[in-house]
């Protein structure tokens, strides 16, 4: 392993290129010298008043964000049939940051988070080295759960489990038991979407409720970190053998 990994180790993540991430989220997490990770899609991006520009994701890099891939239509890619299909759309992403002036991602948001082997080899063969899969299928979808913890040793990097994936109920109370396990060799991996989400009310993120989470974080003395960054803590060579690489969520 290159590095050890700290105690209260967690990473935050901001799907679907929504206007309040640029707008709230990006600020308050430099206010407090956070990293993260936004993953961007064209989607939605028709809707100006709701969702980011490719402008909007340059400015974000410009802040020292990571932003990631999350393909082109936010299509689902969990079959064989679906891997050409992610092969350009991973493609269309990258050309529209480079023309803002964004580097090639290295990480991506597995859509609606559903994952296949066959899309999952593609990611391999186009270089990514992250990705961030869900809580499924360990917690069923929809529900406030706790998800896994991110282990290092055991998880394929480009099937990185999320911990805590965000919903409009979600209290204080919850997001302190998520981020609270990350110990021991693991991190926790935040997932949300807008802050707040007008478009997209079921995962949906009250902005006075996220200020609450931030100041948690920033008062406990949580190392909060792109996905990227995880690279630093990666087993020095060898790959992972991770049974939910041979695995399909949702299962056809």
């Not at 406030?144 to 394929?156: A, N």
């Not at 079921?202 to 949580?222: C, I, M, N, S």
Request: proline share 8%.
């Amino acid at each position: 392993m290159n590095s050890p990994i700290p105690d209260k180790t967690v990473v935050l993540t901001f799907d679907d290129a929504v206007k309040s991430h640029v707008a709230f989220v990006a600020p308050l997490l430099k206010k407090h010298g956070f990293g993260a990770t936004f993953f961007v899609c064209n989607a939605w991006m028709d809707d100006t008043e709701h969702f980011m520009s490719w402008e909007d994701a340059a400015a974000l890099h410009a802040m020292g964000f990571e932003i990631g891939n999350h393909s082109w239509t936010h299509a689902g890619f969990v079959t064989a049939q679906d891997a050409e299909k992610l092969r350009g759309e991973l493609a269309q992403v990258e050309e529209a940051l480079a023309a803002v002036g964004v580097p090639r991602p290295v990480s991506f948001g597995w859509p609606g988070n559903g994952f296949g082997p066959e899309p999952l080899a593609v990611l391999r063969e186009k270089g990514y080295q992250f990705a961030r899969r869900g809580m499924q299928p360990e917690q069923p979808y929809g529900e406030i759960r706790l998800g896994p913890l991110y282990d290092v040793t055991r998880h394929d990097p480009l099937l990185i489990p999320t911990s805590g994936d965000a919903y409009p109920e979600w209290t204080l109370e919850h997001f302190k038991k998520v981020v609270d396990r990350a110990r021991d060799g693991r991190i926790a991996i935040v997932q949300f979407h807008g802050v707040p989400d007008i478009a997209h009310p079921w995962v949906h993120t009250p902005p006075e409720q996220f200020r609450k989470y931030v100041q948690y974080l920033a008062d406990g003395g949580f190392h909060v970190i792109a996905l990227r960054e995880v690279g630093r803590y990666l087993p020095a060579a060898g790959e992972i053998d991770d049974p939910m690489a041979r695995r399909r969520w949702p299962e056809k």
